[in-house]
Nanobody, 127 residues
């Protein structure tokens, strides 16, 4: 079992930056693949980025590639999402997720692949 708590959201102008953090409880978090998803009003939750257990492999949605960076510090049980060059269309509630289902890193791209979720943090980008 692991509990996830996001922080770092807020209001920022277009072109600005934010860094989201996801703090995890539990001593085995380093064995979980982790990801960030987001959900804008009236839209389905969508994949943003994911990172493998050791942090070596990362994958991004095309819409954030080159602007966002996912990373993790397993010694601190924390996953990060550095968001640069933010756009109004990045406005959403951002959720941290993790999975211990033993699925291949290369297949875990949808919400159903993750069994642990944080409560979400709001990111609002003004134009």
């Amino acid at each position: 079992q692991v509990q996830l708590v996001e922080s770092g959201g807020g209001l920022v102008q277009a072109g600005g930056s934010l860094r989201l953090s996801c703090a995890a409880s539990g001593r085995t978090f380093s064995t979980y693949h982790a990801a960030w998803f987001r959900q804008a009003p009236g839209r389905e939750r969508e994949f943003v980025a994911r990172i493998s257990t050791g942090g070596v492999r990362t994958t991004y949605a095309d819409s954030v590639k080159g602007r966002f960076t996912i990373s993790r510090d397993n010694a601190k049980n924390t996953v990060y999402l550095q968001m640069n060059s933010l756009k109004p269309e990045d406005t959403a509630v951002y959720y941290c997720a993790a999975t211990d289902r033993g699925l291949s890193y290369y297949t875990i791209a949808t919400t159903s692949d993750y069994n642990y979720w944080g409560q979400g943090t709001q990111v609002t980008v003004s134009s």
